[in-house]
Nanobody
């Protein structure tokens, strides 16, 4: 299973970016997916997650109302729409996939995800 993240870049504060994660090697239709981020010198932190049906969405508090996670099971992709970006959102963003089907337990813990992409860099200037 491979995850390829794209869409990162440099924007000014208040701008928007849309990250995409293309998964190959298996269908994502039965698996929870998530985005995490990591800034230099910090631990990887949870950003958003989505269950297999896209009914349940989860966000860390600092991005609620600004970021939207979505998925397209037919295309095997997961996206993260990021609006009203702030300098503190700057980080490398990673998409991740659960290893077990139909579960979202401990969705905010990186250890709950088995497969990871290489990340895409987001820079936000003030």
């Amino acid at each position: 299973v491979q995850l390829q993240a794209s869409g990162g870049g440099s924007v000014q504060a208040g701008g928007s970016l849309r990250l995409s994660c293309q998964v190959s090697g298996r269908s994502i239709s039965k698996y929870g997916m998530a985005w995490f981020r990591q800034a230099p010198g910090t631990e990887r932190e949870f950003v958003a997650a989505i269950d297999w049906s896209a009914i349940n969405l989860y966000y860390t508090g600092s991005v609620k109302g600004r970021f939207t996670i979505s998925r397209n099971n037919a295309w095997n992709t997961v996206s993260l729409q990021m609006n009203f970006l702030k300098p503190e959102d700057a980080a490398r963003y990673y998409c991740a996939s659960r290893g077990e089907q139909y579960t979202m337990t401990s969705y905010s813990f990186s250890a709950s995800y088995k497969f990871w992409g290489q990340g895409t860099q987001v820079t936000v200037s003030s």
